[in-house]
C-alpha cells in the first residue's frame, strides 16, 4: 500500500508531515513530492500517471489560496484523490477550500478540513482497509486509543474540581 503526498509549496509540509507519520504508523508507504499545478503542470501529470506503476493507490493533495492541485491531479486519474486545503492567505484557507471541494460531476476530491492533514491521512487508511484486515484492525485501535485519551483528559479535569 502506497499514497502519494503532494503539495503545491515546500510551505505545506508541516501540515502533512503528521500526516506522512500517520500513513507510517498504519503501515502505510508515503511517497512525498512538491509540485504546483500552476508552475509546473507537467511534472504533476507526469507523477499522477506514473504512480500506478509505483504502486501508489490514493492521492493526499495539498495546495492553499487558488488550490487547483488536487483537482489537475483528479483529471489525470480514477484513483482516490484526498483534498487538503491549506490556510496559505488573509482568507484563513475559505479561497483554498471552495477551489479544492468545487469540482465537476465527475470529476471529484475527498476533500478535508483546511489543514485537515491528519484526516486525509485517515481516510486514505480507510480507504484501503475495506480491503485489509490488518489495517481496519490497526484503525480500530486508534479510534480506542482516541477514546482513551479523552478519558485521561476527562480525569485530569475531573481531578481539578
Same mark, same amino acid.
Given at each position: 500500500?502506497?499514497? %502519494? ?14 500526516? #506522512? ?17 500552476? =508552475?509546473?503542470? +507537467?511534472?504533476? =501529470?507526469e507523477f499522477v500517471l506514473a504512480a500506478p506503476e509505483k504502486g501508489?493507490?490514493?492521492?493526499? #493533495? ?8 488536487? /483537482? ?20 484563513? /484557507?475559505?479561497? +483554498? ?8 460531476? /465527475?470529476?471529484? #476530491?475527498?476533500?478535508? +478540513? ?6 486525509? %491521512? ?25 477514546a482513551q485519551d479523552v478519558e485521561k483528559k476527562s480525569a485530569r479535569?475531573? +481531578?481539578?474540581?
Open positions: 500500500m502506497k499514497v %502519494a503526498v503532494v503539495m503545491g509549496s515546500d510551505s505545506d509540509w508541516p501540515i502533512l508531515k503528521p500526516a #506522512v507519520d500517520l500513513l507510517k504508523q498504519f503501515g502505510i508507504e508515503a511517497e512525498v513530492t512538491v509540485a504546483s499545478a500552476h =508552475r509546473t503542470p +507537467a511534472k504533476v =501529470r501508489i493507490r490514493a492521492f493526499i #493533495v495539498a495546495a492553499g489560496a487558488a488550490a487547483h492541485l488536487a /483537482g489537475v491531479v483528479a483529471s489525470y486519474t480514477t484513483l482516490p484523490v484526498i483534498g487538503v486545503p491549506i490556510n496559505a492567505t488573509p482568507l484563513n /484557507g475559505m479561497d +483554498a477550500l471552495l477551489s479544492t471541494v468545487q469540482m465537476p460531476s /465527475g470529476v471529484p #476530491v475527498a476533500t478535508m +478540513a483546511v489543514n485537515g492533514a491528519k484526516n486525509a %491521512a485517515v481516510f486514505a487508511a480507510q480507504i484501503f482497509a475495506v480491503s485489509d484486515e490488518s489495517l481496519a484492525k490497526k484503525l480500530q485501535e486508534y479510534r480506542e486509543k482516541m479535569v475531573a +481531578a481539578q474540581i
